[in-house]
């Protein structure tokens, strides 16, 4: 039979306890009976329907007949009722009775659900095509991790401490470290170098290795920047490795990556952990390094026909002395290592004029990558 709430005519403790526990599991037996969505419409509104459902009715018919001395213990005792009803009518499901009727009901015309396909992100696709160009030259895959420590950040990449080259990095220190000593304390790391030495303390030479990964620096977001980024780091150790070879390297890669006519140049420059350093462009992959778009000048290249891609350099012979224990002898080995940002490839390969969109997550802008 089904539950019916009556008038309560004893407000005793015990008495309240046992109506509430018989409303209770009426309400859970019908929750258990319901076998389709109509039962599980007519159940929900038959205990919370405003005018006259059962809770209302409880309302009604305990709490405000109850005697004045009884209505505080009664409140309290129809408020964890409605908790606990409202909670066994929220959970109600409909059963898979196995009954005829209900299964007749599937239609299996309908369409199936469809789950979307998800997709490369832009930047980790740049970044695999670009691993992919090195390991087929030999080169395996490293990372390390993206809390980094001084040491590893800038003391062994040969930034000494104080030193002035580490204010281009601007770099995002963690907080409260200020009681260890200074090359144990810990940052975000501004590049992915430091797994250069992290990877020569494990692997003795010859080495060559690629490294993707985020990198962070303080720089406010917009356009062309963003306070976490993507780098991909290579380094080559062996004997006899010359400036001859970085050359030949990556302008072999620039070429299998935006295509066999790109040029590339080199042009002198400064990093602490190469010597010599220098950056490497290439020939404008839009406008074919005319500088020109028809009548209009190119604006990925400013018009310069060269578009800036990489840092790199001679690997320091005072970076091997942090190494020297793993067979980084300077007097014996030498090596080359490059630096790019994957998020400036991915905008100038795809043609987006705003990094932010990379970044902020919106399906219909990611979707057009898949
Ligand atoms: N780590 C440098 C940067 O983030 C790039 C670089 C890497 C330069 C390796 C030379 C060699 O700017």
């Known amino acids: 039979m089904a539950y019916t709430v009556s008038k309560l005519t004893d407000y005793s403790a015990e008495a309240l306890e046992k109506a509430a526990a018989g409303c209770v599991r009426a309400c859970a037996d019908e929750a258990a009976a319901v076998r389709n969505d109509a039962e599980l419409k007519a159940f929900r509104d038959r205990w919370l329907g405003r005018k006259s459902g059962v809770l209302t009715q409880i309302n009604d018919l305990w709490l405000k007949g109850a005697p004045k001395d009884a209505k505080r213990e009664a409140g309290i005792l129809v408020n964890e009722l409605k908790a606990r009803i409202q909670e066994l009518v929220d959970g109600a499901q409909v059963s898979g009775s196995g009954d005829d009727a209900d299964e007749q009901r599937v239609d299996i015309s309908l369409p199936g659900v469809r789950r979307p396909i998800g997709a490369e992100h832009p930047v980790i696709k740049t970044t695999n095509e670009m691993v992919r160009v090195f390991q087929k030259l030999g080169y395996s895959v490293a990372d390390g991790p993206v809390v980094e420590t001084d040491y590893y950040n800038f003391e062994a990449l040969n930034f000494p401490p104080n030193h002035p080259a580490r204010d281009t990095q601007d770099t995002l220190f963690i907080a409260g470290q200020q009681s260890k000593p200074q090359r144990e304390r810990l940052l975000l790391r501004t590049h992915t170098s430091p797994v250069q030495i992290r990877t020569m303390e494990t692997m003795r030479p010859p080495i060559r290795i690629v490294i993707p990964g ?114 980084y002898d300077p007097k014996r080995v030498s090596g080359f290592a490059f630096g790019m940002g994957a998020d400036r490839i991915a905008l100038l390969k795809y043609g987006v004029d705003d990094l932010q969109l990379f970044f902020n997550g919106d399906v219909r802008f990611l979707g057009q990558f898949a």
């Open 214 to 327: 985020t990198v962070h620096r303080n720089d406010p977001p917009d356009a062309s920047h963003s306070p976490m980024f993507h780098q991909i780091e290579g380094l080559a150790v062996d004997t006899n490795i010359t400036f001859g070879d970085l050359k030949g390297t990556l302008d072999h890669a620039m070429k299998e990556f935006f295509g066999s006519s790109v040029k590339t140049s080199f042009r002198p420059s400064f990093f602490p952990f190469t010597e010599p350093s220098a950056e490497m462009f290439v020939s404008c992959f839009i406008c074919g390094g005319s500088g020109k778009r028809g009548n209009d000048p190119c604006r990925p290249c400013k018009q310069t026909g060269w578009i800036e891609i990489l840092g790199c350099g001679m690997v320091d012979p005072n970076v091997f002395e942090f190494v020297k224990d793993n067979a």
